[in-house]
């Protein structure tokens, strides 16, 4: 019997020969057994080592007549041993690959109990605004708004077109930590995180062990090489490499590798522009630098450092949502009322936003699947639900501020500067300003403040003020201060115009049905 509990030196013990393997075996080439033995009779001190290709004939052969000379045994003996031998390492060897390809994450079932729980709590009233307060209870601090869109795309990885997103901020902000509390809300069979991953590293994962899953990603600084795979993941919902490979005879051979999705993908950066590709396909979540998020952050973590956060509460909370995802179940989506819904001519690049906004409004409904008639296509007999109105609400709530940064020529570090100033001028009556004045008041890097100065000129959203006699230093001023609100009720009246044409379209079948009703 082969005895393998020493993974480098398994041993076997025949009659008339004990044989060990050195170093083990490997197990990512099949068409080979390349070993390392050391062979002796038993009670001998009489040993032979060899380096041997086990599935080599020939060499086995001639290993065998060498045996015999060297321990004086007989080649029927040492043949019949190496023989046995092979085949324990061969059977031991696809054992072991078959438990590696099996020893997946286990899939938590719940009890009959925690699955009516949590059916019960996707049926309850006002279900967006219980998530957003359990999410809080879980211990995300303030970010009502990004966390629960956050969820919301994290939820969509059940989807046929799951979302992505992409969280940015300053250093330091919370950029990372946001997306970790809330990705501890998704059961971990259904994620995949992220630090650092070699360019072909998405090619090698099994044909379907991407279908569905969370791909988070701590830093998209440190995943430059996988951004390609990724997006053609987003877009395409599958990879496909082509690759040479030599089968055991030596012929070469092309193999294409291909990865099917879709996934839904999410990352944190703090450099925007860089990724314009990746954010193109994403929803952008800046975080919240206020002095009030700080506050809010500061006070948690001293009632951390006292002891007066119960994180029993925290973690039951976050086990609870965990439940919810799992009884959360694939069904198709269809919205009645889409062809109603515009956006505003603003929005930046407004076919692909257009179609992150339906299908933002389609994870909504998904989420809320256990509040909705289910319903059968005559012709296929495939089981949908359809979306509410009240769907398209929720949605046009939550989205308002990502159209916003949509719509937005400049890019979110430097509209968040921008906001800033006008506030600072706003409290000091001023409509002038001086680079240096402004730096040190927001603590601004001089670089930095540049850049900002550099990009906002160009857009014609500040400018220099000519300089009066015996002034040396240059001031700027706003050109108008009021253009974000502009935008941002530009966008507000557009959502709600939307509504209103969906109210328009349905009173007449409303009507009609209760004139039916009188006749």
């Not at 007066?308 to 949502?321: G, P, T």
Request: one cysteine or more; charged letters at 30%.
């Amino acid at each position: 019997m082969l005895d393998t509990i020493n993974p480098n030196n398994y041993s076997y013990i025949a009659k008339d020969l004990e044989i060990h393997v050195l170093g083990g075996i490997k197990f990512n080439n099949l068409e080979r057994m390349r070993v390392t033995l050391s062979i002796k009779k038993p009670k001998s001190h009489n040993v032979m080592r060899h380096s041997i290709d086990l599935y080599n004939d020939t060499m086995v052969e001639k290993f065998v007549r060498t045996i015999a000379e060297r321990i004086e045994i007989g080649t029927s003996i040492t043949r019949q041993c190496l023989q046995n031998l092979t085949s324990e390492l061969e059977q031991y060897r696809i054992d072991q690959i078959n438990k590696e390809n099996q020893q997946e994450e286990p899939i938590l079932e719940l009890s009959g109990k925690e699955q009516k729980a949590a059916i019960k709590f996707l049926k309850s009233k006002d279900l967006l605004q219980k998530t957003n307060e359990l999410i809080g209870k879980s211990g995300v601090i303030g970010e009502e708004t990004n966390r629960l869109l956050m969820y919301l795309i994290f939820t969509s990885r059940k989807t046929a077109n799951p979302l992505h997103c992409i969280s940015l901020g300053s250093s330091g902000v919370g950029k990372t930590h946001l997306q970790s509390k809330v990705s501890e809300l998704i059961p971990e069979e259904d994620k995949i995180e992220i630090t650092v991953l070699s360019a072909n590293a998405f090619y090698y994962f099994n044909r379907t062990e991407l279908k569905n899953k969370l791909i988070l990603i701590e830093d998209l600084d440190g995943a430059e090489s996988v951004l390609y795979p990724l997006r053609e993941l987003q877009s395409k919902k599958r990879i496909t490499k082509t690759v040479v490979h030599k089968d055991r005879k030596g012929t070469t051979k092309t193999i294409h590798l291909t990865v099917e999705g879709p996934v839904s993908v999410a990352g944190c950066t703090t450099q925007e522009s860089v990724y314009e590709d990746n954010s193109n396909r994403s929803f952008l979540l800046y975080i919240d630098e206020s002095s009030e998020q700080d506050r809010k952050i500061m006070q948690y973590q001293r009632l951390l450092s006292a002891g007066k956060v119960n994180k029993d509460d925290e973690f039951m909370a976050a086990r609870f949502l965990r439940d919810v995802q799992r009884m959360l179940e694939p069904i198709k989506v269809i919205n009645p009322y889409a062809e109603f819904l515009e956006l505003p001519q603003t929005v930046f690049k407004p076919r692909r936003t257009n179609t992150h906004y339906l299908q933002f409004i389609e994870a909504i409904t998904f989420y809320c699947q256990h509040q909705r008639e289910k319903k059968y296509d005559e012709q296929t007999g495939e089981e949908y639900i359809e979306t509410t109105i009240e769907d398209i609400e929720q949605a046009n709530e939550l989205i308002k501020e990502v159209l916003l940064r949509k719509s937005d020529e400049i890019t979110g570090a430097c509209r968040n500067y921008l906001e800033e100033l006008k506030k600072y001028l706003k409290q000091n009556n001023q409509t002038k300003f001086a680079a240096l004045e402004i730096r040190r008041k927001l603590k601004v890097k001089k670089t930095t403040q540049w850049r900002y100065h550099k990009q906002l000129m160009e857009s014609y959203y500040i400018r220099k003020v000519l300089k009066k006699k015996g002034e040396t230093i240059v001031h700027y001023e706003i050109t108008n201060p009021n253009e974000y609100t502009e935008l941002e009720q530009q966008i507000t009246k557009a959502l709600e115009q939307c509504i209103i044409d969906i109210d328009r379209s349905t009173v007449p079948e409303c009507s009609t049905t209760k004139m039916e009703q009188t006749t």
